[in-house]
């Protein structure tokens, strides 16, 4: 499984993605509001950073189960599949995103 397909998967099947956009607008809202008002961002730069947050943070998921998951595989997405659900990443993940704070 690649990035793209890592990153799709997990945007429908995380539960925990809406709570994350919400709580990382907020932050991002917070320190835009600590700017001085000339260099504040619009409301689309502020979406972006927020897209780059979960991005990033789904990047550093998949460098950390790819190394795991058995890439020998003729079905490689079947596989990646098998091990987040054999290994409960999407509970274990929705209940760490829950808990995020920004600061």
């Known amino acids: 499984m690649n990035f793209t397909e890592f990153m799709e998967y997990m945007d429908n099947h995380l539960q925990s993605r809406e ?9 991002q809202n ?12 619009k409301e689309e730069k502020i979406q972006r950073a927020v897209n780059n ?3 990033d943070l789904l990047k550093t998921i998949y460098s950390r ?4 998951v ?3 595989s003729s ?8 091990y987040i659900e ?5 509970d274990s ?8 704070e920004f600061e």
């Open 30 to 41: 917070v320190k835009n509001r600590r700017r001085a008002p000339a260099k504040r961002w």
């Open 53 to 55: 947050m979960w991005t």
């Open 19 to 27: 709570t994350f956009v919400v709580n990382a607008t907020e932050y």
């Open 65 to 68: 189960i790819k190394p795991l």
């Open 93 to 100: 993940l929705d209940e760490s995103i829950y808990e995020i």
């Open 70 to 72: 058995k890439a020998s």
């Open 75 to 82: 079905e490689p997405k079947k596989e990646w599949i098998n």
């Open 86 to 90: 054999a290994n409960e990443i999407l």
